[in-house]
């Protein structure tokens, strides 16, 4: 939480030095990171999920 907090800090301070156009885009490129990150993150719990459900059955 606090390191979200941090980085939403410094988008502030990216929008008060290079203007807002400049900070939309460091929004979508820090919403799209996030996204392919949980992506990643979901796809790694599906590989190591799987051989585990296997050895229950």
């Not at 907090?5 to 008060?16: C, D, E, S, T, W």
């Not at 796809?43 to 999920?49: E, F, T």
């Amino acid at each position: 939480m606090f390191w979200i907090f941090l980085a939403f800090a410094g988008l502030m301070a990216f929008a008060v030095t290079l203007g807002q156009i400049s900070v939309w885009f460091a929004l979508l490129k820090l919403a799209l990171m996030v996204a392919v990150g949980v992506i990643v993150v979901m796809g790694i719990a599906l590989i190591v999920r799987r051989p585990k459900q296997k050895e229950i059955q």
